[in-house]
């Protein structure tokens, strides 16, 4: 197993980790005695994971350890960190915590994008999924939302409610893509 794989590997060990600490604070703040370490070692751990992401690539750039593995672990490391980071933080009891409707529209719009997917391929055996940038924002607004509740900074929900509207409007464009290339297919055969 390469070294970039190890490295995913940890990363996708790390999420568990990350849950615990998150689940500990949030009952620590639901008894009214907030333990901070908690929060403060599932910030330090979900940084550690979020950084194995670029060291991962680097180090299979660098030194020719790109796999098939790697690619299929790199993804499901990086949504199953950033879904599971989400999920926990809506039904955990931090001090600010997101609305339950955030991690519904994220995980449905991931479930559009890979049903689809799984659709095109399937029709037509030839898949070109190409990152929108609309989709690449959503992600990085995700992320800032994730720092602004993990960090429990005021107007937490203007964070949300941006990365909301970038998640959605991302679901729609890659939806109406998908829906081109399935027209284009039945046009051409």
């Known amino acids: 197993m390469t070294a970039a794989n190890q490295i995913t590997i940890a990363r996708i060990l790390l999420i568990p980790i990350f849950v615990l600490f998150s689940i500990y604070y949030g009952k620590s703040v639901e008894s009214g005695a907030p333990l901070e370490w908690q929060r403060l070692v599932a910030i330090g751990v979900f940084i550690l994971a979020a950084c194995t992401d670029g060291i ?9 350890q790109r796999s098939r593995l790697g690619s299929i672990l790199d993804p499901i490391a990086d949504k199953g960190l ?6 926990t933080l809506s039904l955990t009891h931090w001090t600010h915590s997101f609305p339950i409707w955030f991690p519904v529209l994220v995980i449905t719009r991931d479930a559009v994008i890979v049903l689809g997917c799984g659709l095109l391929y399937f029709i037509h055996q030839n898949l070109e999924v190409r990152p929108s ?3 690449k924002a959503a992600t990085a607004f995700q992320m ?13 929900l203007a964070s949300v409610y941006v ?3 970038f998640t959605f409007v991302s679901g729609a464009e890659y939806l109406i ?3 081109s290339q399935l027209r284009h297919h039945e046009k051409t055969h």
Do not use: F
């Not at 991962?56 to 020719?64: C, K, T």
């Open 133 to 135: 940038l609309t989709g």
């Open 163 to 165: 990365a909301g509207i």
């Open 56 to 64: 991962d690539g680097y180090v299979a750039r660098r030194w020719n």
């Open 144 to 156: 800032i939302a994730l720092a602004w509740i993990m960090l429990q900074l005021p107007h937490y």
């Open 82 to 87: 950033l879904l599971t980071s989400i999920i």
């Open 177 to 179: 893509r998908g829906v």
